[in-house]
């Protein structure tokens, strides 16, 4: 049996470095994909509460109050963010992909959050290596969080934006058989034609849609004013305000785009339906983790999980309440 269902991916603009708000403005999302019969919807990258874009633009001395901000609207998990995306995909009965900026202790991270129909967070794929200027304020992930999930409506994985563009990526995802991929992107500027002359979002799509015989579900931002605002109008942005970036798409596993193309400068939803039987006759043709590997080449993922301190042993407690330490010998 192959299922056969509607997949969404967002093209919207957060509202700028407000958690809370930006993850309202999800549930709005989330309700509207499952009214028009989506069972699984993708966001952006960096979606709650928006994409660091000052890291292109200034120094980090004039960035710090930027970051400070973001951090204090970064997502702790469990918190009152992942409890708002948790009901509102339990009660839409909807698979929910989003990406956000995580806090854990005094770092950011980020992070796709994977939620099922019923709410639970089934897991988190980090950001395996930020790009540029980005590592001024996320850390690096790793392979114990590269998952991909074994749902009714397929085999779930992601990757976040230049992630897509790394071979070994790819290869790592083909291995474990995913089927439907969200791809979370920011939006696109004139900057990036140095980098891919047009659509980079699509090219990239197709690419890794033809790379691993899946549906890719590409959703991306958009700039709008208020960000730009609030970003303090760092030169020289005024040129990524009037371009919009926006670029969401899904794609098929033979590289054919599904959906119709929204305007550049305009938030919605764009639908598909996927067929994963379709998958079949890709395979067929090419499998780079199977029949079409070359056994001369191989490589190894190390999931084991990598904390950079371990610690062993319970200490011990040495601290007192105030009445004891106030109690006569």
């Known amino acids: ?80 963010i992942v409890q708002k995306i948790s009901k509102a995909a339990r009660k839409n009965n909807i698979y929910v992909c989003i990406s956000v900026s995580e806090k854990e202790g005094g770092s950011l991270y980020l992070t796709q959050l994977w939620f099922d129909p019923c709410g639970n967070l089934m897991g988190k794929h980090r950001k395996m290596k930020p790009s540029g200027g980005e590592r001024l304020i996320w850390g690096e992930g790793e392979a114990s969080m590269m998952p991909v999930f074994d749902t009714e409506i397929g085999r779930l994985g992601g990757l976040q934006c230049w992630e897509h563009w790394i071979p070994l990526n790819i290869q790592a995802m083909n291995a474990k058989n995913e089927q439907v991929h969200v791809a979370s992107w920011p939006c696109f500027v004139p900057g990036d034609e140095a980098l891919v002359s047009q659509d980079p979002n699509e090219v990239s799509a197709r690419f890794y849609a033809l790379s691993t015989q899946s549906f890719v579900i590409s959703a991306t931002q958009i700039h709008t004013q208020e960000i730009y605002e609030k970003m303090g109008q760092l030169h020289p942005y005024e040129a990524f305000v009037e371009y919009g970036g926006g670029d969401a798409c899904i794609i098929a596993p033979n590289g054919k785009i599904l959906t119709e193309k929204l305007p550049k400068d305009a938030e919605g939803i764009v639908y598909a339906d996927i067929d994963l039987e379709k998958i079949v006759d890709c395979k067929y043709q090419i499998d780079p983790a199977g029949h079409y590997s070359n056994k001369t080449l191989s490589m190894v993922v190390d999931q084991t999980p990598s904390p950079v301190v371990t610690f062993t042993g319970n200490p011990k407690d040495y601290g007192m309440k105030y009445d004891d330490l106030q109690k006569e010998e």
Do not use: C
Request: hydrophobic share 50%; net charge negative; charged share 15%.
């Open 1 to 80: 049996m192959y299922p056969n269902f509607k997949a969404a991916a967002v093209q919207a603009a957060p509202v700028f470095l407000d958690a809370e708000a930006t993850a309202d403005k999800a549930v709005v999302l989330i309700e509207e994909a499952a009214r028009h019969g989506a069972r699984l919807i993708g966001f952006p990258e960096g979606f709650i509460p928006g994409y660091p874009w000052w890291v292109w633009l200034t120094d980090p001395g004039t960035g710090s109050a930027l970051q400070q901000r973001l951090f204090g609207n970064a997502v702790e998990i469990p918190g009152s």
